[in-house]
């Protein structure tokens, strides 16, 4: 071979590597953490768990287990951010930041008078067709184009993947890694590299990573707090923003049970930092003011079960079963459903475990009506699953924040039933008018878009709903 074909089988490697890459990287699935996370793998007696984590204080931790995460996992990524000093520079810095709270005020501004000056249904009319869905169509609408128009999130580069930079983006939690892994993108729209421009500020790293990781199996959250704990003092340490308002404009993204126990690790992380999580449980300090309920979608391989696409053959699909429920008992609610009305009535399939002959989405797909109850914790990919199978999700649980709720009137496609009420379970449904039911399915099959992931993401769609909630969050904030 000469000099020239040396050359040229070089170039064709890069080439394919680069491919390779840029496949591996959209696709938000890397192979060798081709992990099936399921939820029941990390069950565990929580009363053992939040015992060692409120004992344990701060001089109790094992050090070694810091040091480790500390130097081997939070190793500085690429960048020589030294704080700029000279006087000139910084009054520039000082105009950026200046700029963008102006905007944020305009931002304010605006959407106030959209809301105010309400129902104008020729101005979302065509980006929120269905108006009865949401709590102010005028706002939202309004709000979202100021979104695009602003927002502005800054990632930190601090970190190494696996545990910060990426994160799964299949099975239950796929969630967490399509929303980091989409951030994570260098051409996202959202993402600024000057951290002067930005409205908020990303911790990019993966609770359920973490509890991949570094989670030993033996009841103790403790790396994970450590890992968490390490995070922050490094990025307060190392950069102004963190201090300048306690962590008020940052935020972390935690699909994993663990998120809030994780979040425990730094005060400030916990009380004032935005904290997006699908475990809302509003009795262990999820505050809706400032934190923001993740919605739980479950993905196979990658993407939505085959049975749950979107299809003609759904909406026309007959339900002769009224009501559906099978899955584990536990947690406060289950147990009680399944007291009641395992396999009780005919019309009203509830099961423990589904015998194996039986087809758990030919279910949700045939019943009029699906009961989705909190199980450990009080979120459930079983409500995103009703969505997609336009089945209308019958809720009970106890302090569950459901997503986006700031925005959409769940009650116009979903039914919430006091705990209390479940022996009336089938009287409440079987009172549900006809006509009532069809405008809940029909709403139902409408919201279905704020709750899809798209690759690359669509507007309204999952991944530009959970940003909204935070840009929403942060329109709420006022610096000094
Ligand atoms: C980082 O910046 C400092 C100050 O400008 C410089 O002295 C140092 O050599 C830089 N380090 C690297 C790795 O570029
Ligand atoms: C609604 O908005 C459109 C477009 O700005 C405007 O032309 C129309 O007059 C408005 N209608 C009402 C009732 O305010
Ligand atoms: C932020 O505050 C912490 C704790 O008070 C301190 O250790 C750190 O040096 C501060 N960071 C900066 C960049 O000044
Ligand atoms: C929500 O939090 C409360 C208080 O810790 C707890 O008692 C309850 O079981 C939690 N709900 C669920 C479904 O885990």
Same mark, same amino acid.
């Given at each position: 071979?000469?000099?020239?074909?040396?050359?040229?089988?070089?170039?064709?490697?890069?080439?394919?590597?680069?491919?390779?890459?840029?496949?591996?990287?959209?696709?938000?699935?890397?192979?060798?953490? #081709?992990?099936?996370?399921? *939820?029941?793998?990390?069950?565990?007696?929580?009363?053992?768990?939040?015992?060692?984590?409120?004992?344990?204080?701060?001089?109790?931790?094992?050090?070694?287990?810091? #040091?480790?995460?500390?130097?081997?996992?939070?190793?500085?990524?690429?960048?020589?951010?030294?704080?700029?000093?000279?006087?000139?520079? *910084?009054?520039?810095?000082?105009?950026?930041?200046? @700029?963008?709270?102006?905007?944020?005020?305009?931002?304010?501004?605006?959407?106030?008078?959209?809301?105010?000056?309400?129902?104008?249904?020729?101005?979302?009319?065509?980006?929120?067709?269905?108006?009865?869905?949401?709590?102010?169509?005028?706002?939202?609408?309004?709000?979202?184009?100021?979104?695009?128009? &602003?927002?502005?999130?800054?990632?930190?580069?601090?970190?190494?993947?696996?545990?910060?930079?990426?994160?799964?983006?299949?099975?239950?939690?796929?969630?967490?890694?399509?929303?980091?892994?989409?951030?994570?993108?260098?051409?996202?729209?959202?993402?600024?590299?000057?951290?002067?421009?930005?409205?908020?500020?990303?911790?990019?790293?993966?609770?359920?990573?973490?509890?991949?990781?570094?989670?030993?199996?033996?009841?103790?959250?403790?790396?994970?707090?450590?890992?968490?704990?390490?995070?922050?003092?490094?990025?307060?340490?190392?950069?102004?923003?963190?201090?300048? @308002?306690?962590?008020?404009?940052?935020?972390?993204?935690?699909?994993?049970?663990?998120?809030?126990?994780?979040?425990?690790?730094?005060?400030?992380?916990?009380? *004032?930092?935005?904290?997006?999580?699908?475990?809302?449980?509003?009795?262990?300090?999820?505050?809706?003011?400032?934190?923001?309920?993740?919605?739980?979608?479950?993905?196979?391989?990658?993407?939505?079960?085959?049975?749950?696409?979107?299809?003609?053959?759904?909406?026309?699909?007959?339900?002769?079963?009224?009501?559906?429920?099978?899955?584990?008992?536990?947690?406060?609610?289950?147990?009680?459903?399944?007291?009641?009305?395992?396999? &009780?009535?005919? #019309?009203?399939?509830?099961?423990?475990?589904?015998?194996?002959?039986?087809?758990?989405? #030919?279910?949700?797909?045939?019943?009029?009506?699906?009961?989705?109850?909190?199980?450990?914790?009080?979120?459930?990919?079983?409500?995103?699953?009703?969505?997609?199978?336009?089945?209308?999700?019958?809720?009970?649980?106890?302090?569950?924040?459901?997503?986006?709720?700031?925005?959409?009137?769940?009650?116009?496609?979903?039914?919430?039933?006091?705990?209390?009420?479940?022996?009336?379970?089938?009287?409440?449904?079987?009172?549900?008018?006809?006509?009532?039911?069809?405008?809940? *399915? &029909?709403?139902?099959?409408?919201?279905?878009?704020?709750?899809?992931?798209?690759?690359?993401?669509?507007?309204?769609?999952?991944?530009?709903?959970?940003?909204?909630?935070?840009?929403?969050?942060?329109?709420?904030?006022?610096?000094?």
């Amino acid at each position: 071979m000469d000099k020239h074909q040396h050359t040229r089988l070089y170039f064709l490697s890069i080439c394919i590597g680069s491919i390779a890459l840029v496949f591996a990287i959209s696709r938000c699935s890397i192979s060798f953490f #081709d992990y099936s996370l399921q *939820k029941l793998e990390f069950s565990f007696p929580e009363s053992e768990l939040r015992r060692s984590f409120y004992n344990a204080g701060d001089e109790n931790r094992a050090v070694d287990s810091r #040091d480790v995460v500390s130097q081997q996992i939070l190793s500085v990524r690429s960048r020589n951010d030294t704080l700029q000093s000279k006087p000139e520079k *910084k009054k520039k810095k000082l105009n950026r930041r200046r @700029t963008v709270e102006v905007g944020l005020s305009k931002a304010r501004a605006s959407i106030r008078e959209a809301a105010s000056s309400n129902r104008n249904a020729t101005l979302f009319s065509v980006d929120l067709p269905n108006a009865q869905v949401y709590r102010n169509p005028s706002a939202l609408s309004q709000s979202y184009l100021e979104m695009e128009k &602003r927002f502005k999130v800054y990632v930190y580069e601090e970190g190494e993947p696996p545990l910060v930079h990426d994160g799964p983006c299949k099975s239950v939690y796929a969630v967490e890694g399509r929303f980091i892994m989409e951030m994570e993108k260098s051409r996202t729209k959202f993402r600024t590299y000057d951290p002067d421009q930005a409205h908020v500020y990303f911790l990019p790293f993966s609770v359920t990573w973490l509890v991949t990781y570094l989670y030993q199996y033996n009841y103790d959250a403790e790396p994970l707090r450590t890992f968490a704990s390490d995070y922050v003092r490094l990025i307060s340490s190392k950069h102004p923003f963190w201090n300048r @308002t306690s962590g008020a404009d940052h935020f972390m993204l935690a699909c994993h049970d663990w998120g809030p126990l994780t979040s425990k690790a730094n005060e400030d992380l916990f009380h *004032k930092s935005i904290r997006v999580m699908c475990n809302a449980n509003s009795s262990e300090g999820f505050n809706p003011a400032k934190d923001a309920t993740l919605p739980e979608i479950k993905l196979y391989g990658g993407e939505v079960h085959p049975q749950l696409r979107l299809s003609k053959t759904l909406m026309t699909s007959p339900r002769p079963h009224l009501a559906f429920f099978a899955g584990g008992v536990h947690g406060p609610v289950r147990p009680i459903l399944l007291d009641h009305w395992k396999q &009780r009535d005919p #019309d009203m399939p509830v099961f423990e475990y589904l015998p194996k002959h039986l087809n758990y989405y #030919d279910f949700m797909r045939s019943s009029k009506y699906c009961f989705c109850p909190s199980g450990y914790e009080v979120a459930s990919p079983r409500l995103i699953e009703a969505i997609y199978s336009e089945c209308i999700p019958v809720i009970l649980s106890v302090n569950f924040v459901l997503p986006f709720s700031d925005i959409l009137r769940w009650e116009t496609f979903s039914v919430q039933v006091d705990v209390s009420e479940i022996p009336r379970l089938k009287e409440i449904l079987t009172s549900i008018s006809d006509e009532k039911y069809q405008s809940l *399915k &029909r709403n139902l099959r409408y919201v279905r878009r704020h709750f899809e992931l798209n690759d690359p993401p669509k507007r309204y769609d999952a991944f530009h709903m959970i940003l909204h909630s935070i840009w929403l969050r942060r329109l709420n904030l006022r610096l000094t």
